[in-house]
Nanobody, 126 residues
């Protein structure tokens, strides 16, 4: 059974940093891409950053380019999202998801993804 477990969320100050981790288990070796999504209160779930596991091609939403970096460790089946210069608009529940295949221009489409984690919260000190 495929399982994705996210961790690394927490409380942070504006301008601060966090590193999220997504550990995958129960996967066949031909899984294709892992993407971080986020969902803020009252908003749609949106794609933040994705990576194609075999080629390491990466994708970023415009809102996080230059601030977030996605990476993967294929040995441990872990994908990381390093987040810097965090802003209040980054407050959300962050989910990782796996797709077996997608076209490059559909990396952020939720319907392309086969499995999802339970999410990790990123919030800010008030």
């Amino acid at each position: 059974q495929v399982q994705l477990v996210e961790s690394g969320g927490g409380l942070v100050q504006p301008g601060g940093s966090l590193r999220l981790s997504c550990v995958a288990s129960g996967l066949a070796l031909n899984y294709y891409g892992i993407t971080w999504f986020r969902q803020a209160p009252g908003k749609e779930r949106e794609g933040v950053s994705g990576i194609r596991v075999n080629s390491a091609i990466t994708y970023y939403a415009d809102s996080v380019k230059g601030r977030f970096t996605i990476s993967r460790d294929s040995t441990t089946k872990t994908v990381y999202l390093q987040m810097k210069s965090l802003e209040p608009d980054d407050k959300a529940v962050y989910y990782c998801a796996i797709a077996y295949s997608y076209d490059a221009d559909r990396w952020s489409y939720r319907r392309e993804y086969n499995y999802w984690g339970q999410g990790t919260h990123v919030t800010f000190f008030s």
